[in-house]
C-alpha cells in the first residue's frame, strides 16, 4: 500500500480531552519527576508517570491501543515562537517516526496552521530528534497539505514527512502528540 498520499486523517478514538488538559496542568507542578521531560516546545510524559495516578486511569488504554516502544505522551505548546515555525520531520530515540495521534487541547483552531512540504532544492540538517531545513541556508519547498487541527478531535498526523505549526497568534495552544510505530495494521485501518 502507498502512504505517500496521506497528511493527516480525523479518528474515532475515545479519550477522555478533560483528562488530558488535567495532566497538562499537574505536570507543571511536578516539573521536577524523573519521569517528566522539559523540551523546547513542552513535555514529554514517560506513560508510567500516568500510571502513578488513579484520576488519569481514563488515558491508560492509549498504550494498548497504540502500543510503541517509546511509551511518552509529548505535551506540544506553541504560540508563535520560532521554534514552532521550523519545518521539521520528528524522531523519536534518534529514528525518524512514521505517525503521531495528535490531541488537541488548547486553543487549536483554524488560526493555527499545520503544512506539510516536499524539498525540491537544499539540504536537511539533523539532530537526535529532528531533522529539518535550515532556514539561514537556500532552499526550495512546495506546499502539499495544509489543515488546522481542533479542539477534542483526534487526529492521525503524519511526522515522517516535512512539516510545520504555525501559530501566528500570543495565544498558547496545547497538542498531545503519543508516536506511533509503521505497522501493516496501522495502515489498513488508518490510512
Known amino acids: 500500500m502507498q ?9 474515532d478514538f475515545d479519550i477522555d480531552f478533560d483528562c488530558l488538559r488535567e495532566l497538562y496542568f499537574h505536570i507543571q507542578k511536578n516539573l521536577d519527576d524523573d519521569l517528566i521531560q522539559q523540551k523546547v516546545i513542552g513535555f514529554s510524559v514517560d506513560i508510567n508517570y500516568v500510571k502513578k495516578y488513579k484520576q488519569f486511569k481514563s ?20 504560540s508563535g515562537s520560532k521554534e514552532n515555525k521550523l519545518i521539521h520531520i520528528d524522531k523519536v530515540n534518534g529514528k525518524q517516526a512514521y505517525a503521531a ?3 488537541p487541547l488548547i486553543n487549536a483552531n ?20 529532528a ?11 512546495e506546499s502539499v497539505c495544509k489543515t488546522s487541527f481542533l479542539d477534542n478531535v483526534p487526529v492521525l498526523c503524519r511526522v515522517n514527512q516535512l512539516h510545520n505549526a504555525n501559530n501566528p497568534t500570543n495565544k498558547v ?11 501493516d495494521e496501522h495502515k489498513l485501518v488508518y490510512i
Not at 502512504?3 to 479518528?11: A, G, P, Q, R
Not at 495552544?173 to 503519543?178: D, G, L, S, T
Open 3 to 11: 502512504v505517500n498520499n496521506w497528511y493527516y486523517k480525523n479518528i
Open 59 to 78: 488515558l491508560f488504554n492509549i498504550e494498548k491501543q497504540f502500543p510503541h516502544k517509546h511509551k511518552r505522551l509529548r505535551f506540544l505548546v506553541n
Open 101 to 103: 495521534i495528535i490531541f
Open 110 to 129: 483554524t488560526k493555527t496552521i499545520t503544512s506539510w512540504y516536499k524539498l525540491k532544492k537544499g539540504e536537511l540538517e539533523e539532530s537526535s530528534n
Open 131 to 141: 531533522i529539518w531545513i535550515d532556514d539561514s541556508k537556500p532552499h526550495k519547498l
Open 173 to 183: 495552544r496545547v497538542m498531545v502528540a503519543w508516536f506511533i510505530e509503521q505497522k
